[in-house]
């Protein structure tokens, strides 16, 4: 018998207002791309030429069309349309308590990203490459908001 081993991701968006301190969380599954699939077997195979690992994540305003989400394609190999200057470096954590779970944590901050419609994002690796993805109903950012994601990857 062939035992698979699945991959897949659960994004809690945490929306803070900062100047009433409202917190607005939602949850909502990801896309683990094939990219990232291919990581992690080569990672097990050690036929990687250098250490690849989740370093950053990256936020865009193209996931919706007509307010409506996009579908990921696995296959995707990039956002829809990246905002410039949303590269954040990721917060990790491992525990043994949930030994096949790892989440990473990025926030922008109330000055980042202003006045952009934010609808998609995305773990990048050490490489440049994506692991998964995610759209999602647009937030317009503005300096009153700051946006964190906890992005918990599970092998199951």
Known sequence: MIE??????IVEFVITNEETGEIVLKEKKNTVLTIGKSILARTLANDLTSLVYVSHMVFGQGGESGNIPRVVDPGRSSLFNSITGTQVAV???WSSDYPTRVTFSASLGS????GYVINEAALQLSNGDLF??????GLTKTSSLSFTLNWTIILS
Not at 111 to 114: K, M, P, Y
Not at 132 to 137: A, D, Y
């Open 111 to 114: 000055s980042i990203a202003n």
């Open 91 to 93: 917060a990790s954590g």
């Open 132 to 137: 998964s993805m995610i759209t999602f109903g």
């Open 4 to 9: 698979t081993i699945n991959t897949e991701g």
